[in-house]
């Protein structure tokens, strides 16, 4: 090829990639940020300790897989950062998770943790960062007011922060938090059982699309926001499934222990577009949930258009 022609091609690439890039076009090979889920499980996990009920026998029999409990990754390759949301009772196995998905090696920590509430499935595994544990040095841990208070005035956590184990750092709700370049994160008030912080979910933003994290909730019919509304605005959103419909808990009054019935849900937004519905994937399943192990439950829900998250289940941002 002469020597003029090879010039030209190249100006010719050279000047389309400009472009692309001018009108925030990426080439489709660069990494882009993305969410990992860590988990699907309600608070104690599947199975859950004590139960010896049909829902977790097939696990002591060898005949269901383990479950751990909800968490998820934010990972930014681009500019190499990771963040866990929630902190669960699952820690040790989530952290390897993470350090394989981010090729770690050497020993090594997430870039920050963000919490969602004081339930103990969200915020125990704080404790695997104490000098029992891994002695880690000023891990940055994210939370809202009453959160943060919680931590700091309560033992053992009072105990992470004061020998700095953590660093707490301030979340506001309703307002964004740059993570990085790549990644944007807004906590979103939510009502839930309140007896020692905030609950919130979270709205995660990359540099092309966007997800809705809530894994508690009361009812949505107590949110100061239309669920419909949140859905339209984002690519994604995994949502409260701890309870597939009511009943589902024996001699025990469910409103003790309110969430929206993976029935509710699925119910109010029966009438919304097929593209909607398919955006939705359930979570933080109660080791009761039938769709754990019932194939004509997760089929149900799949034939509704909804879909059930699964452990390192991937969503590009």
Request: aromatic share 10%.
């Amino acid at each position: 090829m002469p020597p003029h022609t090879v010039f030209t091609l190249f100006r010719t690439i050279f000047g389309l990639c400009t472009l692309l890039l001018f009108l925030g076009i990426r080439p489709m090979n660069r990494p882009q940020p993305y969410v990992m889920l860590l988990g699907i499980a309600q608070d104690a996990g599947y199975p859950q300790a004590g139960c010896e009920k049909s829902c977790c026998k097939p696990y002591w029999q060898g005949k269901a897989k383990r479950q751990l409990v909800t968490s998820l990754a934010l990972i930014d390759p681009i500019h190499q950062k990771a963040f866990l949301i929630d902190a669960t009772p699952d820690f040790p196995a989530q952290l390897q998770l993470l350090r394989r998905e981010v090729r770690q090696t050497e020993p090594w920590l997430p870039d920050g943790i963000l919490l969602t509430h004081a339930h103990f499935g969200h915020y125990a595994g704080l404790l695997h960062l104490g000098r029992e544990a891994i002695g880690a040095k000023a891990v940055p841990v994210f939370a809202l007011p009453k959160m943060r208070r919680f931590l700091a005035s309560n033992g053992p956590w009072e105990q992470l922060v004061s020998l700095k184990n953590i660093v707490l750092r301030p979340l506001q709700a309703d307002s964004s938090l740059t993570l990085s370049n790549g990644l944007k994160v807004r906590p979103i008030l939510v009502p839930h059982r309140d007896e020692y912080s905030e609950t919130v979910g979270f709205r995660i933003e990359g540099l092309n699309r966007k997800l809705l994290f809530i894994p508690d909730i009361d009812k949505w019919s107590k949110w100061n926001h239309h669920l419909k509304e949140q859905l339209a605005a984002v690519d994604y959103a995994l949502l409260d499934g701890t309870f597939y419909q009511n009943g589902e808990l024996p001699n025990r009054d469910m409103s003790e222990v309110p969430h929206p019935f993976v029935a509710e849900t699925m119910q109010l937004l029966s009438a919304a577009p097929l593209q909607e519905r398919q955006k939705v994937f359930f979570i933080h399943l109660n080791h009761t949930n039938p769709l754990l192990r019932d194939s004509k439950a997760k089929s149900a829900i799949r034939r509704a258009g909804f879909g059930l998250g699964y452990e390192r289940q991937r969503f590009s941002l």
